[in-house]
C-alpha cells in the first residue's frame, strides 16, 4: 500500500517498484495499491500488478474505494505493507488488517524524523493533534515497523513524546543497472550534447527545499566558477523553486554552468551516473537517499551531508566525502573532491562499488524484509 505510484513521487515507489520485482522472483505474490486515478500514464507500464484505487482526496489521499479493495482483498495475502504514514493508506491498513486479525507492516521511509519538526512547526502542531488518534495507533499495532537503517530508527523516537513500535530494521537498496554502460552514456550525452567531453557534478533527486540545491549552487559557484566543470541538476520541480534557483545561479555567476536536464528515467539516468565525475547530495533531511545507492552501483562516489542517514556507512567504506547541510559543509566537499588525483578517485570509485554490493543490492533488502516478516507470520 502507498499513496502513489507516481516515480515522480519519489524514493519509495522505486524501492517498492524493485524489491517487488525481486520478491517475484524469489517465489511470492506482490501486489501494489494505490491511491492515484485509474487514468495514470505511467501505471500503464508499471511491472507489477497495480490496484490504483483513487484519486484520493486532498493530501490526505482519502480513498473509500481503497479500503474497501483492502478489506475485500486482505484474506488473499499473508500480511501487508503500508509504505509511509501521515496519508489514508496507512490509516487504511490498521483498520482493514485489525478487523480482518492479520498482521500488517509499516514503512515509515523518513516521515518520523525530527528535522520535519524544526522546518515546518506549525506542521508539526497540526500532526500534534492528530498523533493520539492516528499515526501512533498506526505504528503501536503494526506487526513490525520497519526502519531502513539505524539512524533512522533513532531520529524517528525524537518526533513525539507518545511513541510505542516494534522496531526493526531491514536493509534497503536498489538493483544495478543491466543495459551495457556505453549505450547508457551515448544516449545521455545524445539527449545533451553540451556535456559531451565535460567533466561535471551530478544532483539527481527531486527540486525540493530540503534537498539543498540552494546550497549547492552557493558551494558549486565558490569553487567552480570560471572554471570548465558543470553542474548537472536532474529532477522534477515539484513544488516550483527551479525558478528561484536558476536565478541565483545567475546572481551568482554560474547559469551557464549548469544543465537542468528534468526528470530522467532509464537510460537517461543511467547514463548520467555513469558519465558524471561524482553525485552530491547536500540534502538537509534524507531518510535513505536510492539515489545514493543507484550512484554507488554504478562505482561512483557519493557527496553528501551528514542528513543523509546512510552517510555512517558511506563513511566508514570510504565511498564518498560527508559534512554538514551547509553552504559552508558542502563548499568543503566539493573543494576536497577537487584536490583529488585521479588515482585517488579511483580508490574512491572502486570502495563505491563495493559499498554498494555488500549494504544496498536490492536481493539483500528483499531477504532482509521477507526474514523479519517471517518470524511474525509464525
Given at each position: ?60 489521499q ?14 488473499r ?31 515509515t ?26 499515526e ?7 506487526a513490525?515497523?520497519?526502519f ?120 537517461l539516468?543511467?547514463?548520467a ?47 564518498g ?10 563548499t ?47
Open positions: 500500500m502507498i499513496a502513489s505510484a507516481n516515480p515522480e513521487t519519489g524514493g519509495p515507489i522505486e524501492g517498492v517498484r524493485q524489491r517487488g520485482i525481486v520478491l517475484q522472483g524469489m517465489g511470492h505474490e506482490v501486489e501494489i495499491a494505490s491511491c492515484d486515478a485509474p487514468d495514470g500514464t505511467w501505471g500503464k507500464d508499471f511491472p507489477l500488478p497495480l490496484h490504483t484505487l483513487g484519486p484520493g482526496k486532498g493530501g490526505y482519502h480513498s473509500p474505494k481503497l479500503y474497501e479493495w483492502l478489506y475485500q482483498n486482505g484474506p495475502f499473508d500480511a501487508v505493507i503500508a509504505n509511509g504514514i501521515w496519508q489514508f493508506p496507512s490509516y487504511a491498513v490498521r483498520k482493514a488488517m485489525l478487523r480482518l486479525k492479520k498482521p500488517y507492516f509499516v514503512f521511509h523518513g516521515m518520523l524524523d525530527p528535522w520535519f519538526k524544526k522546518a515546518y512547526p506549525l506542521k508539526h502542531l497540526k500532526k500534534s493533534l492528530y498523533w493520539p488518534l492516528g501512533y495507533r498506526v505504528l503501536r499495532d503494526a513490525a515497523v520497519l531502513t537503517c539505524e539512524e533512522e530508527k533513532e531520529l524517528a523516537r525524537q518526533s513525539f513524546r507518545l511513541y510505542k513500535a516494534n522496531e526493526r530494521v531491514v536493509r534497503y537498496g536498489t538493483s544495478a543497472p543491466t543495459i551495457d554502460t556505453a549505450q547508457q552514456i551515448s544516449a545521455f550525452l545524445e539527449a545533451f550534447p553540451q556535456l559531451k567531453d565535460q567533466a561535471f557534478l551530478l544532483f539527481l533527486s527531486r527540486i525540493h527545499p530540503k534537498k539543498g540545491v540552494d546550497v549547492l549552487i552557493q558551494a558549486f559557484a565558490k569553487v567552480y566558477r570560471g572554471s570548465n566543470v558543470r553542474l548537472v541538476i536532474a529532477g522534477p520541480d515539484q513544488v516550483g523553486v527551479a525558478s528561484e534557483l536558476k536565478q541565483l545561479a545567475e546572481t551568482l555567476g554560474v547559469a551557464n554552468q549548469i544543465v537542468w536536464t528534468g526528470m530522467l528515467s532509464g537510460n539516468k543511467w547514463g551516473y555513469h558519465a558524471c565525475d561524482v553525485l552530491v547530495l547536500p540534502s538537509h533531511q534524507e531518510n535513505f537517499g536510492i539515489v545514493v545507492a543507484e550512484a554507488l552501483a554504478c562505482a561512483k562516489p557519493v557527496l553528501i551531508s551528514n542528513k543523509v542517514n546512510i552517510w555512517r556507512e558511506i563513511q566508514a567504506e570510504k565511498a566525502l560527508v559534512d554538514a547541510d551547509t553552504v559552508d559543509g558542502t568543503r566537499l566539493l573543494q576536497s573532491w577537487s584536490t583529488l588525483t585521479t588515482p585517488e578517485k579511483a580508490v574512491f570509485s572502486t570502495n563505491a562499488q563495493r559499498c554498494f554490493w555488500d549494504h544496498f543490492e536490492i536481493k539483500g533488502s528483499a531477504e532482509s524484509l521477507v526474514k523479519v516478516m517471517q518470524e511474525y507470520l509464525k
